[in-house]
T-cell receptor, first 114, second 113 residues
Framework: AQSVTQPDIHITVSEGASLELRCNYS??????LFWYVQSPGQGLQLLLK????DTLVQGIKGFEAEFKRSQSSFNLRKPSVHWSDAAEYFC????????????WGAGTKLIIKP | GAGVSQSPSNKVTEKGKDVELRCDPI?????LYWYRQSLGQGLEFLIY????????KSGLPSDRFSAERTGGSVSTLTIQRTQQEDSAVYLC???????????FGAGTRLSVL
């Protein structure tokens, strides 16, 4: 079955520390991969996406993610977090043959310690 | 418009009442999605509209839920005889015909008392 797993429900990091949020997927087709961020009371905003090509993709707000096909992973990273990064992060997977449907992870809530 | 607009932003209703939630997608976007996000949960797909095609209603949790999209633009999600378990944030997103990137509104927070 198609699924997306974000194993960490919450992650707490200190401001200025590095961050890695995990995303693993199970998908039969070549995946399209996304990371979205949801700030409190807001809708979801696209951080970055992977469709093809270079497996290391850069996004907004200093985030990057690396697609590792052998590990079925698409982990999100940031070298130094800021207090404004506190939010919930969602990984999603789609495919060309799915036409439109995205499979969503349950989200990881990022908490920033001052 | 500049982005996806949803109204109202908050809705409090009594159990058993009907509610209508509105979504105004980005101009020119032919695809429109409704999701439900319960507290601490991920996104639950409800329904998908694409142009003039028949909508994909496979995610609607019961026949109390329905949605329509008029003129290929604005969409209304209707929940009849609301129940307490319907309390959630309802998110709308839109995308272009060939796009896989979904643009989200800020959502409607529905509270059923």
């Amino acid at each position: 079955a198609q699924s997306v797993t974000q194993p960490d429900i919450h992650i707490t990091v200190s401001e200025g520390a590095s961050l890695e949020l995990r995303c693993n997927y199970s998908y039969g087709a070549t995946p399209y991969l996304f990371w979205y961020v949801q700030s409190p009371g807001q809708g979801l905003q696209l951080l970055l996406k992977y469709f093809s090509g270079d497996t290391l993709v850069q996004g907004i707000k200093g985030f990057e993610a690396e697609f590792k096909r052998s590990q079925s992973s698409f982990n999100l990273r940031k070298p130094s977090v800021h207090w404004s990064d506190a939010a919930e992060y969602f990984c999603a997977v789609g495919a060309r043959d799915s036409n439109y449907q995205l499979i969503w992870g349950a989200g990881t809530k990022l908490i920033i310690k001052p | 418009g500049a982005g996806v607009s949803q109204s109202p932003s908050n809705k409090v209703t009594e159990k058993g009442k009907d509610v209508e939630l509105r979504c105004d997608p980005i101009s020119g976007h032919t695809a429109l999605y409704w999701y439900r996000q319960s507290l601490g949960q991920g996104l639950e797909f409800l329904i998908y509209f694409q142009g003039n095609s028949a909508p994909d209603k496979s995610g609607l949790p019961s026949d109390r839920f329905s949605a329509e999209r008029t003129g290929g633009s604005v969409s209304t999600l209707t929940i009849q005889r609301t129940q307490q378990e319907d309390s959630a944030v309802y998110l709308c997103a839109s995308s272009t015909l060939q796009g896989y990137i979904q643009y989200f509104g800020a959502g409607t927070r529905l509270s059923v008392l």
